[in-house]
């Protein structure tokens, strides 16, 4: 797993009993901590730069070596800040797997839950897909809607679509296993 937060959906994961072989994360965050806590294996890939100057290729490459020295096979990616480019997406194209708090294709990027609120919409929700090279493409695997309250703010509503989130991710995984292969 790919983590950058407080490691709520890697808890939800350990929790359902998804094999984790590492955590690695772009930063010092919480989500090292749980892995720790649960005797899994850690790698801090600490990102050098959030400015201009950030080489995201070589970053990239970075993050491939981190995962084969682990030999893993599929890679899924939760609440990671950082986008990964070609190295990446060459190395486990089709293995990548993340989650996005919309339905997708609407309200890409960072924003997502903003963005739903601020187009006043009655439902957003939760997706899981594998990562594409542009930020937030790929197959859908899953999605499940979550509707918008009158009274919801950002934090409210994201709440509500990661309560889903940590449930649904780690059922996403769970037949990816089962099955042997992410489905085409």
């Given amino acids: ?3 950058s937060g407080t490691g709520t959906i890697l808890r939800a994961m350990l929790d359902a009993d998804i094999p984790v072989a590492v955590v690695i ?6 989500g090292l901590d749980v892995a720790r806590a649960a005797g899994v294996p ?3 890939v600490a990102r050098p730069s959030f400015g201009a100057d950030f080489d995201r290729d070589a970053y ?8 084969r020295d682990h030999e893993v096979d599929l890679v899924a990616m939760a609440g990671f800040g950082t986008i990964l480019s070609e190295p990446v997406h060459e190395a486990f194209g089709g293995r990548l797997v993340n989650t996005h708090p919309s339905l997708l294709p609407a309200f890409k990027g ?3 839950v903003r963005d739903a609120l601020d187009a006043g919409v009655e439902a957003t929700g939760c997706t899981i897909h594998l990562a594409g090279l542009d930020v937030d493409t790929g197959a859908i ?4 809607v979550v509707p918008v309250r009158d009274d919801d703010t950002e934090e409210t509503l994201h ?3 990661k309560q889903v989130e940590r449930r649904l991710y780690p059922a996403t995984l769970r037949a990816i296993i089962e099955q042997g292969r992410v489905p085409a």
């Fill in 1 to 3: 797993m790919l983590v």
């Fill in 25 to 30: 994360a772009d930063r010092p965050c919480g």
């Fill in 42 to 44: 850690t790698e801090l």
């Fill in 60 to 67: 990239s490459t970075e993050i491939v070596r981190a995962l």
């Fill in 110 to 112: 960072w924003r997502a």
């Fill in 141 to 144: 695997l899953a999605q499940e």
């Fill in 159 to 161: 709440e509500r679509i």
